[in-house]
T-cell receptor, first 118, second 111 residues
Framework: GAVVSQHPSWVICKSGTSVKIECRSL??????MFWYRQFPKQSLMLMAT?????????EQGVEKDKFLINHASLTLSTLTVTSAHPEDSSFYIC??????????????FGEGSRLTVL | RKEVEQDPGPFNVPEGATVAFNCTYS??????FFWYRQDCRKEPKLLMS???SGNEDGRFTAQLNRASQYISLLIRDSKLSDSATYLC????????????FGAGTRLFVKA
């Protein structure tokens, strides 16, 4: 099946620093990628939809200047948490949908990135 | 009302039990339906797509009732390794796919 790789898996950083998380589709082209965050014992919360070659669409309540998303190619989207604070500590997961032509609605998930801000 | 609602759980069952998960969705224009499984501190993984005709994969059976806007997942002869959170996922195509996750139902299978 399709593979989505996310990096890094774990990151610990000091408050005030910025952290970049990468999401790559390894064997298919992803016109659309999604970024989620998940707090312990809670479900996934969609943060934003990343569209290749255009600006990301952010969900209500998600600060676009705080969570910068770049989808520069059909295989890579990045999420940068700027000036991270302890409340940004969470599990961040990306997912991708294959390019039109194999649209089933199925999502392929990255392995997730656990961010801890000290 | 939430767009996708699931049993709140958790479910605690003994090995060998049959477990049923229920899910309802609010948007009648929903197109695709899935069950995902998520282990603790891991990403969700597709368990099954759900079709109107119903589908079965080994011990797992998924059913969809479009009229009632209801989706189910049945696990027979549950194993310890089935312990996880089960997510009901619905997709709309509103000019682009929108995926909506249920909150998930946690399952604990005990020896």
């Amino acid at each position: 099946g399709a593979v989505v790789s996310q990096h890094p898996s774990w990151v610990i950083c000091k408050s005030g620093t910025s952290v970049k998380i990468e999401c790559r589709s390894l064997d298919f082209q992803a016109t659309t990628m999604f970024w989620y965050r998940q707090f312990p014992k809670q479900s996934l919360m969609l943060m934003a939809t990343s569209n290749e070659g255009s600006k990301a669409t952010y969900e209500q309540g998600v600060e676009k200047d705080k969570f910068l998303i770049n989808h520069a190619s059909l295989t890579l989207s990045t999420l940068t948490v700027t000036s991270a604070h302890p409340e940004d500590s969470s599990f961040y997961i990306c997912s991708a949908r294959a390019r039109a032509g194999v649209e089933t609605g199925e999502l392929f998930f990255g392995e997730g990135s656990r961010l801890t801000v000290l | 009302r939430k767009e996708v609602e699931q049993d709140p759980g958790p479910f605690n069952v003994p090995e060998g039990a049959t477990v049923a998960f229920n899910c309802t969705y609010s948007n009648s224009a929903s197109q695709s339906f899935f069950w995902y499984r998520q282990d603790c501190r891991k990403e969700p993984k597709l368990l099954m797509s759900v079709y109107s005709s119903g589908n079965e994969d080994g011990r797992f059976t998924a059913q969809l009732n479009r009229a009632s806007q209801y989706i189910s997942l049945l696990i027979r002869d549950s194993k310890l390794s089935d312990s996880a959170t089960y997510l009901c996922v619905v997709t709309l195509n509103t000019g682009g796919f929108k995926t909506i996750f249920g909150a998930g139902t946690r399952l604990f299978v005990k020896a």
